[in-house]
């Protein structure tokens, strides 16, 4: 399903000028041959890997849309790394403004001519004000919504190439109340998630949008866990978790907040937690019940303070072949804390961070069906 990327010489160029001082990427194979300016030459297939049954690619979350190949090679100049996957966030419309909302056309093209996968965050919920409001349950499963994610599934279609939409992310998670209200967020809700996603889902499908990929992302620390009150046993993954029939991708994401975190202050305490503390138990879990489905932590980062930035990305890096994690994306986008990597940061390990590379993933399914 993958095809190979194309990426002008002058491009590729300009991206080596940009990185010469900070990282040296090891690119499999020999080295291309010269060619006149204007030709193009292939992107690198293949992946790094400790297991060579096992791929790993890397990649960035970024802030904004659209993004651009001019934002990209910023981002890959501050961070000393190329990305195999690129991931970005959108909002859903209101009711009341569908038609102002479109495909990211601009993005995915700027990603795509960059060698990476696009990835989209695709979030119900409306921007109002300075927060956020979840889009109410019946006015997507009422087909209020419809016209919206046929115009979507329409542009992915005739975009035609691979990409990822990671939808309704971090269910788990009481912040996240998709398509329900924080106060109603509770038991019943897990049933809820799983009708939105197959609605979505369905009309992709219908409209013929079948090189999407559906990634399935819980938080790898549900809240409420299954020792609050009253919330015993029911926000487990299993709970959430669509079917196969209807996910392509599996992952997790998860965070070394480092001591940055307080209960006075934030309500509770945060420690330095390894890449393998956050993500052994989850992602067994994941594999238990999706066996078989490629797993990707789909957000990571590490906090500046606290312990050793580069030594923990090395550690990530080495231990995501033995967890059977396929991909890792970092949180390149300076929110909470400075989780964006810099050069100097990963200078030392530049030998060890995959090459850019496109991942192979397919599709599992193109039906309608259970």
Not at 227 to 249: I, Q, S
Not at 267 to 284: C, E, I, K, T
């Amino acid at each position: 399903m993958n095809r190979p990327a194309w990426v002008s010489r002058a491009f590729l160029a300009g991206v080596a000028g940009l990185l010469a001082a900070t990282v040296s990427l090891a690119a499999p194979g020999p080295p291309p041959s010269l060619v006149d300016e204007g030709s193009f030459l292939p992107w690198p297939t293949a992946p790094l890997s400790q297991d060579p049954n096992r791929p790993l690619w890397f990649g960035f979350q970024v802030a904004g849309d659209p993004i651009t190949v001019e934002r990209l090679i910023g981002e890959t100049t501050r961070a000393g790394v190329v990305p195999s996957l690129v991931g970005f966030y959108r909002q859903w419309p209101a009711s009341t403004a569908l038609d102002l909302d479109h495909f990211p056309l601009t993005s995915c093209d700027a990603i795509w001519a960059f060698g990476a996968l696009p990835v989209v965050t695709w979030e119900p919920m409306v921007l109002s004000g300075t927060g956020t409001v979840a889009i109410p349950a019946n006015e997507i499963l009422g087909g209020v919504y419809d016209p919206f994610l046929r115009r979507w599934a329409q542009g992915a279609r005739d975009w035609g190439k691979p990409l990822v939409i990671r939808f309704a992310h971090e269910m788990n998670l009481v912040d996240y109340h998709w398509g329900t209200s924080r106060e109603n967020y509770g038991p019943a809700t897990p049933q809820l998630y799983r009708r939105l996603w197959r609605h979505v889902v369905t009309i992709f499908r219908q409209e013929g949008a079948t090189q999407v990929l559906w990634a399935f992302c819980p938080n790898h620390q549900p809240d409420p866990g299954p020792d609050a009150h009253d919330h015993r046993h029911w926000n487990t993954f299993e709970a959430w978790f669509p079917g196969k029939a209807w996910v392509d991708l599996i992952g997790v994401d998860g965070y070394n907040w480092g001591p940055t975190r307080t209960s006075s202050q934030h309500g509770w305490n945060s420690v330095w937690m390894s890449f393998a503390d956050l993500f052994a138990h989850p992602v067994a879990e994941l594999r238990r019940l999706a066996p078989g489905i490629p797993l990707v932590v789909w957000e990571t980062g590490c906090a500046p303070t606290g312990g050793d930035r580069a030594a923990w990305l090395a550690e990530a890096l080495a231990a995501a072949p033995r967890l059977g994690i396929e991909g890792i994306l970092w949180f390149q986008i300076d929110k909470e804390l400075a989780w964006a990597l810099t050069a100097s940061e990963t200078a030392a390990i530049a030998s060890r961070v995959p090459p850019p590379a496109r991942p192979d993933w397919r599709p599992r399914h193109r039906r309608t069906g259970p």
